[in-house]
Structure formats: structure tokens, C-alpha cells
């Protein structure tokens, strides 16, 4: 199957492509390369900050323009040309040399068999885009990038490209990290503006320049909820007499998963008086839970497109995660959380709301159920955990919402060198 890929990509880059008319050159080139409302909510205040008439978005999904009066994107599949010829010499001459290192890697590694193609195929289509980004920047030559993850699949590709350039890049972090900044080093980008000194002491322990790292809060997070709990409650349709408790999910093991589902299930089963619900991640389909809501009938599952998490989380008393970011989120908004490892130590973002907020660590159903049962009835541990929970809370993150953009936008600005447009 890699192969076929390999070849189809090798004659997909060979076909001639409609030329697009690419928007008129703005001096900030910045990237929404997903249809997450969580990265638009990221780099959409940014941009407003900066000034929607000084910046290009390229984005995958549906148009900004159509719901953003005055602002201007490009569709980013759209807007990269296939540069074939660049790519075709470049790549003939390095294949030889990367063949070699993948093999040797694959046997140093006791990769499965497999992994070669598997690499290789990847290489072929990345070298593709960084070609096209090549000569997608030559031609538009932006004077700051600003992307929501230098190291997604596509912007990694056009970070790679832009350096090459002497385009300077700056990379928002778009989501928490564990204790070892996994998926967001080495940072490819020339700046990475992390949400608070949590962040940037980790990005520092896994030996990243201190110099490239600004602290500057999260434009996507705000301490303020749109909706009362009661509000909350009546949208998401729920019973008004009732404390409401949710297990937020994450992309983890199927087993793991399993058996974290079905332990909150049982304490919501066992306790008959709350609104229990488990709202899915975003990569996660409802019909993947059609048992498990058949076995647990008085628990709901949702989608996560059924409602915001801003509503989720103003509907709740206690959000219980494993490793999410949901987790704190749910502090941010001054809510309690619960973490819940069925498989051995909290892992990731869940061993940090243990070992920094003080977040109760449960492992079965029944430490659960009496877990979230002493956190909705005793006064005294409720304001303790609060207490805890703020505390990290200000590690978390320094700034919100427009606050954090404008912070970001000053960084940018001072980035472009006078005389640029």
C-alpha cells in the first residue's frame, strides 16, 4: 500500500494543476491548517490584534472571508503550487542518501516491518510540500509567518521552507504539554510563545534556547463562562435538581479508553443522583460508544461538535479526565477536577494536575464515586481544592483572550524588519 501511495503522489505532482490567483502580498502570512474550532478560537484573535488588513490566513476547511467581514484567506491546498520541477531534481538527488538512513534507523530502532515504506512514502510527499512552500514564499516573501503548530505535518513543511528563507516564523502553542514537551520539540520555529512558566520551564528542560521562548498566556482560554450552570443545564438538556459530572476523553488506547469509560459509568450508576455525561474528543465518532450507552442507559454520550466546551463546562460541577486539557480548562474556569488513571501513574497533562494543582488521583469506580461525592458535599475540601487549583492556575497561564493577542501581535510587529511592507 506504501508503494502505491508513492506512486500515485509521484504521478499526482506530474498533473497539471489550475492556477489559482493568490491574494495581494500582505506583510504577516499567518496558518489555520485545521477546521478546529479550538485552533480558530487560537489564531482568529491574533490576527484581529495584529489587524486583519496586514495579514493573509491560509487555512484548510470552510472560508473565513464568509463569516469575517474584511478578512483575508486563501485555501492553503489551494494556494501551494506542486513545483514539480524543483521537487523532481532535489528529491532524486537525496533519495539515494535518505534511503540509506531510514534503513539504518528502521534496524537500529527494530522498527516493524513496514516502517521503511511507511517513512519513505512520508518523505516523498512532505519533500512535495516543502517544494511547493518554496515556491509559494518565493513568490509571496511574507515578512513574519505566524503559525498554530510548527510542527504539524503541513506547517513544519512551510516552517522548513520559510527558514531556508530568512523569513522569520513565530509558533503559538496550541494546546498543554506533558512533562517532556512530547509533539512540541525541538521547536522548529524562530520564536515559541508559550501560555505560562509551566510551559516554558518544560520547553527549557528539553533543551530549548530560553531566548526563543516568550511567555505571553493563551488567546484561545478566558476565566469567564457564557452561560450560568443553570443555563448550561437547560441547553444541554439536563435535570436542574442534579449536580453534573463529565468525563472528558482523549485519543488514548482502545483498551485504556474502555476501561476509563466504564469506571466513571459505574460510579455514575452507583450514585443515581447526578448528571453524568461523557463528551467525546473531537477525533472520537458516537457510534464507537453504541454499546457501552446501550449497557449504561442513564449515561449520556455527546459528540464533540454538540455543544461548546464553554457550555460542557458551565453545565458541570466536576470535569474527570485522564490526561486531556480539558482538565484545566476546567480550572481556568474555576471548576474541579478529577483525574482518572486505570492504568497505573497519571500519565502526561494528568500527572501535572495531580503533582501541580493538587487534583484528586482515583484508579476504580468506588474511588471515584466517593471522590466526586466528598468534592460535591464537603464545603471545607471544596474550597481547598479551589484554593490549590488557582494556585496553578497563575503557573498555567499569565493572559486571555484579547489580553494574550495583543501581547503576541507587539512580539510579531517588532519581528518585521523596517522598510517591509
Not at 9 to 34: G, M, Q, Y
Request: charged share 20%.
Amino acid at each position: 500500500m506504501a508503494y502505491l501511495r508513492m506512486f500515485y503522489h509521484f504521478l499526482l505532482i506530474h498533473l497539471p494543476a489550475n492556477e489559482v490567483a493568490l491574494p495581494p502580498v500582505r506583510p504577516i502570512l499567518a496558518t489555520c491548517l485545521s477546521a478546529s474550532t479550538r485552533m480558530q478560537n487560537l489564531i482568529l484573535p491574533v490576527i484581529d490584534a495584529i489587524g486583519k488588513d496586514r495579514c493573509i490566513i491560509a487555512r484548510m476547511g470552510p472560508a473565513f472571508s464568509a463569516i469575517i467581514p474584511g478578512i483575508q484567506d486563501v485555501d492553503w491546498k489551494q494556494a501551494v503550487p506542486k513545483a514539480a520541477r524543483i521537487w523532481r531534481k532535489e528529491y532524486l538527488k537525496c533519495l539515494p542518501k535518505w534511503s540509506r538512513k531510514l534503513r539504518r534507523l528502521c534496524r537500529e530502532h527494530d522498527l516493524p516491518e513496514g516502517a521503511y515504506e511507511f517513512l519513505t512514502r512520508h518523505m516523498l510527499s512532505s519533500s512535495q510540500n516543502i517544494a511547493g512552500c518554496l515556491a509559494l514564499l518565493s513568490h509571496w516573501r511574507p515578512s513574519v509567518i505566524v503559525t498554530e503548530y510548527d510542527r504539524n505535518a503541513s506547517c513544519s513543511c512551510l516552517v522548513l521552507a520559510a527558514k531556508s528563507l530568512g523569513i522569520p516564523v513565530v509558533t503559538l502553542v496550541h494546546g498543554v504539554t506533558n512533562e517532556s514537551a512530547f509533539g512540541y520539540t525541538p521547536v522548529l520555529a524562530d520564536k515559541i510563545l508559550c501560555w505560562g512558566r509551566i510551559q516554558k520551564d518544560t520547553l527549557i528542560g528539553e533543551g530549548e534556547n530560553p531566548g526563543k521562548i516568550d511567555v505571553v498566556g493563551c488567546p484561545r482560554l478566558t476565566r469567564e463562562l457564557p452561560l450560568s450552570a443553570v443555563q448550561a443545564r437547560e441547553k444541554i438538556g439536563m435535570d436542574l435538581t442534579k449536580s453534573a459530572v463529565m468525563l472528558a476523553t482523549g485519543p488514548i488506547e482502545p483498551e485504556i479508553l474502555r476501561k476509563t469509560v466504564t469506571a466513571f459509568c459505574v460510579a455514575a450508576e452507583t450514585a443515581c443522583n447526578w448528571n453524568a455525561f461523557v463528551r467525546l474528543h473531537p477525533s472520537e465518532k458516537l457510534a464507537k460508544y453504541s454499546e457501552m450507552a446501550k449497557q449504561y442507559p442513564a449515561i449520556r454520550f455527546y459528540e464533540n461538535a454538540a455543544f461548546s466546551l464553554d457550555d460542557a463546562l458551565a453545565a458541570v460541577d466536576i470535569v474527570v479526565v485522564r490526561d486531556s486539557g480539558v482538565g484545566s480548562d476546567a480550572l481556568v474556569k474555576r471548576k474541579l477536577a478529577i483525574v482518572l488513571s486505570v492504568d497505573g501513574p497519571p500519565v502526561g497533562h494528568g500527572a501535572e494536575l495531580v503533582q501541580k494543582a493538587g487534583c484528586p488521583l482515583v484508579s476504580k469506580s468506588d474511588e471515584l464515586f466517593n471522590e466526586i461525592r466528598q468534592m460535591l458535599s464537603d464545603e471545607v475540601r471544596k474550597r481547598d481544592a479551589h484554593s490549590l487549583a488557582e494556585k496553578y492556575v497563575n503557573d498555567f497561564c499569565v493572559a486571555y483572550g484579547m489580553e494574550s493577542a495583543v501581547t503576541i501581535a507587539g512580539i510579531v510587529n517588532n519581528m518585521i524588519k523596517p522598510g517591509d511592507i
